[in-house]
């Protein structure tokens, strides 16, 4: 098995471990994001106040709103991730040694060179994963809502509005959200917010340039200080990443406001200051509408999720990692080892 695979499929499963964790905070961060009307109450409720909202209003399945979609998407978008990005390493670090042997640097990769194989890592996976991410912000953002009919036609309006009578909540799975997106923009609708998404691409590009130097300097003070040494603690791991994605959070977040808007469900009748014809529309109108605020809602959240996720994926990825090397190298050493007489 080659190393970009081991890193693909420890990544698809640290991705999905990380997600269930946090998802609860994605759900209530992606609500902020899209929220568009300023003056609602929201806004002043703390995460956890709004978590309880939901669960009191909608129920506690809404926590979970396109949970699978979204655990599929995160083992894809992990797997592709860490795969290319293993690839494209691979090949930056065959090219710092052949430099090395021209006279030219230390043999290492530099922070450039880091940023981009994140880059173009991070270009890969948002081209062939984000119509996953367009069916799960829909599924994120949807509220519950109740179909009500009237009773009897043949009652003054006035009084058939006393008597509307609810059923039972209008179903919205994944099948329905994937003709809801087709009905609305063809094929090219479950590529909405890819122009800000690949911006965003800066996000993890920033997050592993961080992590990779601040992980390459602690090895180099470890192995300095402990003659030979280099191995890091699963829990330095988990520091190292939450930093990492902390810093990349504060700088691009308010691309994933954006982005998050233009997946989002757009009624068409409603009011045009929250309808977004692309991009550049969304920015303008926000600028416009909302202010720079606009851009920053359910920032702490995010920082939050993002950080938390962030830090257990990386921890748990280098784990797998480290044990499907380990069984690997076990497999080849029973089957090379020399039979007793």
Known sequence: MS??????LAGAGGGIIAQLITYPL????????????????????GTFQQMCQVVKQEGWERLYGGL???LVG???????????YQ???????AAALEQKRLGIGDGSVGMISSLIVAA????????????????VTRMQTHRKESRRTLPDKGLSDATAQTMLSPVEPLAYGTSHVIQEVYGEAGVWGFWKGVLPTL?????????????????????????QSKKGSNAVTALEIFLLGALAKLGATV?????????????????????????????????????????????YKGMSTKIVQSVLAAAVLFMVKEELVKQMRFLLAKDVYNTVKPKPR
Not at 87 to 93: G, H, M, S, W
Not at 121 to 131: I, K, M, Q
Not at 207 to 217: D, V
Request: charged share 25%; proline share 3%; with cysteine.
């Open 3 to 8: 190393d970009a695979l081991i890193n693909g």
């Open 26 to 45: 994605q759900t209530v961060n992606t609500r902020q994001q899209t929220e568009r009307d300023s003056k609602k109450d929201n806004r002043n409720l």
């Open 68 to 70: 699978m979609p979204s």
């Open 74 to 84: 995160t083992a894809t978008s992990q797997g592709v991730y860490y795969y290319f």
């Open 87 to 93: 690839i494209f390493r691979n090949k930056a670090e």
């Open 120 to 135: 173009l890592s991070g270009c890969t996976n948002v081209l062939l994963t984000n119509p996953i991410w367009v069916v």
């Open 199 to 223: 911006i965003m691409v800066s996000n993890p590009s920033i997050q592993f340039m961080l992590y990779e130097t601040m992980l390459a300097k602690l090895k180099k003070r470890r192995f």
């Open 251 to 295: 700088v691009t977040y308010p691309l994933l406001v954006v982005k998050a808007r233009l997946q989002a469900r757009q009624v068409k009748n409603a009011d045009k200051r929250h309808h977004y014809k692309g991009t550049w529309d969304a920015i303008i109108k926000m600028i416009r509408y909302e202010g720079f605020y606009g851009f």
